[in-house]
């Protein structure tokens, strides 16, 4: 895996995952501002079929509202994204954006105990998934 994210296999079954995940990030304040089918769209799009995928646009308010303080132009780099997906084996994979690596491109130090904040919460949304 690359060094901007980090994943976790899934126990439940696609759909099962999305709101186990949705569940999971709630419990350490964030919110799902979006959610984009990936598997849909390339199907309406281009006619592909494929397996399922979305990408959640997860956002924490207390800490975005903080890096937008300490950085206007840092929203280019917000929210986290949590892509949720099924292998060609049919297990469920959830990988999350590490913040920590990503707001790190920044270089102010205020974004980047942010990261480390964030980051340690999107870990404990996926210690939750893991089980």
């Known amino acids: 895996m690359s060094q901007f994210v980090f994943s976790v296999p899934a126990k439940g079954d696609f759909d099962t995952t999305v709101a186990q995940v949705t569940e999971a990030l709630k419990v350490e304040g964030f919110g799902v501002l979006t959610t984009i089918d990936v598997a849909a769209t390339l199907k309406a799009k281009l006619g592909i079929e494929g397996r399922p995928y979305v990408i959640l646009g997860a956002c924490n308010p207390h800490y975005a509202h903080q890096a937008l303080v300490a950085e206007p132009d840092i929203g280019a780099l917000l929210p986290c ?26 270089d102010k130090p205020q974004i980047t105990t942010l990261g480390v904040e964030v980051r340690d919460k999107l870990q404990r949304v996926a210690d939750a998934v893991r089980g």
């Open 81 to 106: 994204n949590v892509v949720v997906r099924e292998d060609d084996d049919g297990k469920v994979s959830v990988v999350f954006m590490d913040p920590a690596a990503v707001l790190g491109m920044v």
